[in-house]
């Protein structure tokens, strides 16, 4: 099972600034990584997958990047709905798909 | 508009049984493959088992397998989860995701209902 390793743990950030978020993965998942936001209370929500590709309706300010076991995750400039936290998740080797710990996007 | 509805979540014993139902719409459900992932109180994402859209091929992770029971009845747009044995450890917020087409990832997932498993 690959195992995925997301850092920081928390991303301290201010409205309007950007933020860079890690994901590494125990084997090469080739682009096959998808990114998800989630809201307290709320489901997770698709914003990224095949590394690179925006999912519907999902704001330009959001971009991934990289490919193999090295994944970024960027938010040009951080609006208020936007504090949450984001999983990575590999579907390249699966059943089952494996997920990152999460990383907390909060207000500085 | 893709929806997923998940039902049947509640408290249930050490031992006992439960249902899930994930009632789905917006979308030809028997083209899809479906997925259930649970999340613990306070915890990250886990994926717990998956269907083919016939259902004709099932997985389960090594946590559930042989308590937890994947089905679909794709002529009422439902998937199933009966979960059978349940510990402390099942406790946890179940959501259906549909899977999407040209990625083996999942697109949307239901708002989840809640399973806590205690005496």
């Known amino acids: 099972e690959i195992v995925m390793t997301q850092s920081p743990v928390t991303l301290s950030v201010s409205p309007g600034e950007r933020a860079t978020l890690s994901c590494r993965a125990s084997?090469?998942?080739?682009?096959?990584l998808a990114w998800y936001q989630q809201k307290p209370g709320q489901a997770p929500r698709l914003l990224i997958y095949?590394?690179?590709t925006r999912a519907t309706g999902i704001p330009a300010r959001f971009s991934g990047s990289g490919s193999g076991t090295q994944f970024t995750l960027t938010i040009s400039s951080l609006q208020s709905e936007d504090f949450a936290v984001y999983y990575c998740?590999?579907?390249?080797?699966?059943?089952?798909?494996?997920f990152g710990q999460g990383t907390k996007v909060e207000i500085k | 508009e893709v929806q997923l509805v998940e039902s049947g979540g509640g408290l249930v014993q050490p031992g006992g049984s439960l249902r899930l139902s994930c009632s789905a719409s917006?979308?030809?459900?028997?083209?899809?493959?479906m997925h259930w992932v649970r999340q613990g109180p306070g915890k990250g994402l886990e994926y717990v088992s998956v269907?083919?859209?016939?259902?004709?091929?099932?997985y389960y992770a090594d946590s559930v397998k042989g308590r937890f029971t994947i089905s679909r009845d794709n002529s009422k747009n439902t998937l199933f989860l009966q979960m059978s044995s349940l510990r402390a450890e099942d406790t946890a917020v179940y959501y259906c995701?549909?899977?999407?087409?040209?990625?083996?990832?999942?697109?949307?997932w239901g708002q989840g209902t809640l399973v806590t498993v205690s005496s």
């Open positions: 995701v549909k899977g999407m087409t040209g990625a083996t990832t999942g697109d949307y």
């Open positions: 917006g979308f030809t459900f028997s083209k899809y493959v």
């Open positions: 269907i083919l859209s016939d259902g004709g091929s099932t």
């Open positions: 084997q090469s998942v080739s682009s096959e």
């Open positions: 095949a590394a690179s």
């Open positions: 998740q590999q579907y390249n080797n699966w059943p089952p798909w494996t």
